[in-house]
């Protein structure tokens, strides 16, 4: 049975094991939030990242940090039908990125995420392509989400 005195107790505790929230008063969540200035977006795929990215830390409004960011991504056939046509297809990322202190010009992070999503492949041309862009679509998605949750777990000056 479901003790709500045993949860408060065991929440109570943490703070003295050193957990802290990430986005409450003071904490890097915080002080992320509309600071960083991301790369401009050189591709489709980089203005989709980037735009997740201002999504989860804020539109920069007074920018302290510049998030750089490197990414690649390439298409992998899974699935092959008895004709030798591909019908299944992995979309794969990877990004680099580093974040500075725009004042010190000091690295406070840097790393690499990667990812993939899958799509399949239809007789319908526009199909399949809609289909890819939409595993795009939610490989940045995923791509930004770990960069953001490794930022955040950053110690900041």
């Not at 010009?105 to 007789?123: I, K, R």
Request: proline share 5%; charged share 15%.
């Amino acid at each position: 049975m479901f003790s709500r005195r045993i949860l408060l107790a065991g929440l109570a505790g943490l703070p003295a094991c050193g957990f802290s929230p990430a986005y409450g008063p003071g904490a890097t969540g915080s002080e992320l939030r509309n600071s960083v200035l991301v790369t401009e977006p050189t591709t489709s795929e980089t203005f989709l990242l980037v735009q997740r990215l201002e999504e989860r830390l804020g539109a920069p409004t007074l920018p302290r940090y510049d998030l750089s960011v490197n990414l690649t991504t390439t298409t992998a056939g899974l699935g092959i039908d008895p004709e030798g046509d591909t019908l299944r297809f992995n979309t794969i990322g990877t990004a680099g990125y580093v974040l500075v202190d725009r004042q010190t010009g000091a690295q406070l992070a840097s790393g690499t995420v990667n990812s993939f999503t899958g799509f399949s492949a239809s007789d319908s041309t526009v199909a399949t392509l809609a289909s890819q862009r939409d595993s795009v679509e939610r490989l940045m998605v995923i791509i930004a989400d770990q960069i953001v949750a490794r930022l955040v777990s950053v110690d900041l000056p």
